[in-house]
T-cell receptor
Framework: AQSVTQLDSQVPVFEEAPVELRCNYSSSVSVYLFWYVQYPNQGLQLLLKYLSGSTLVKGINGFEAEFNKSQTSFHLRKPSVHISDTAEYFCAVNSRGTSYGKLTFGQGTILTVHP | NAGVMQNPRHLVRRRGQEARLRCSPMKGHSHVYWYRQLPEEGLKFMVYLQKENIIDESGMPKERFSAEFPKEGPSILRIQQVVRGDSAAYFC?????????????FGQGTRLTVV
């Protein structure tokens, strides 16, 4: 069984400030890791993913995440946020042994960027 | 290449009625997944289908819910005799046929309200 914990349900920040959204996972097998963003009344859009290789992953819109195997974490970061980054962000995992996309999601973090 | 198309975007049903949610995967994708997002919660996996086959329905409620992905036409998630607790956003995702999985593409969701 797998589980994903997003440690902050809401993160308010000011524009141009850095931000970190925290994600920890639990799994008995190796996993693939994902961050998705959901704008109001929209579907999910993939921000970035970790499959293998370098533990620092760069995604769209200036976001990056670092996979830390020892701490079972995959925190999302952005050095300078914009108003348009206001959205809900979801961390998700998929077991490497699964040949299809049965994702386990965290409960989401609402990022609110204030002017 | 159009994305994953879901319709309707919003659906209102009275208690006891049936709800039918449709999902057309991306062109060339033969794998479809359904997820449910209850208020204040993350997405939960419901079912994984390939053409004419249900592969994994471990997340489907035991009663009233069914899914299909016929040889021709969209995938359908059907909820019979809806209750207030079925009110949620239902998301469909698709991925291409492959021996391994690395990403699913999500539709914009159907928001079901049961009154």
């Amino acid at each position: 069984a797998q589980s994903v914990t997003q440690l902050d349900s809401q993160v308010p920040v000011f524009e141009e400030a850095p931000v970190e959204l925290r994600c920890n996972y639990s799994s008995s097998v190796s996993v693939y890791l994902f961050w998705y963003v959901q704008y109001p009344n929209q579907g999910l859009q993939l921000l970035l993913k970790y499959l293998s290789g370098s533990t620092l992953v760069k995604g769209i819109n200036g976001f990056e995440a670092e996979f830390n195997k020892s701490q079972t974490s995959f925190h999302l970061r952005k050095p300078s946020v914009h108003i348009s980054d206001t959205a809900e962000y979801f961390c998700a995992v998929n077991s490497r042994g699964t040949s299809y996309g049965k994702l386990t999601f965290g409960q989401g973090t609402i990022l609110t960027v204030h002017p | 290449n159009a994305g994953v198309m879901q319709n309707p975007r919003h659906l209102v049903r009275r208690r006891g009625q049936e709800a039918r949610l449709r999902c057309s995967p991306m062109k060339g994708h033969s794998h479809v997944y359904w997820y449910r997002q209850l208020p204040e919660e993350g997405l939960k996996f419901m079912v994984y289908l390939q053409k004419e086959n249900i592969i994994d329905e471990s997340g489907m409620p035991k009663e009233r819910f069914s899914a299909e992905f016929p040889k021709e036409g969209p995938s359908i998630l059907r909820i019979q005799q809806v209750v207030r607790g079925d009110s949620a956003a239902y998301f469909c995702a698709s991925s291409p046929e492959s021996t391994g999985y690395t990403e699913a593409f999500f539709g914009q969701g159907t928001r079901l309200t049961v009154v």
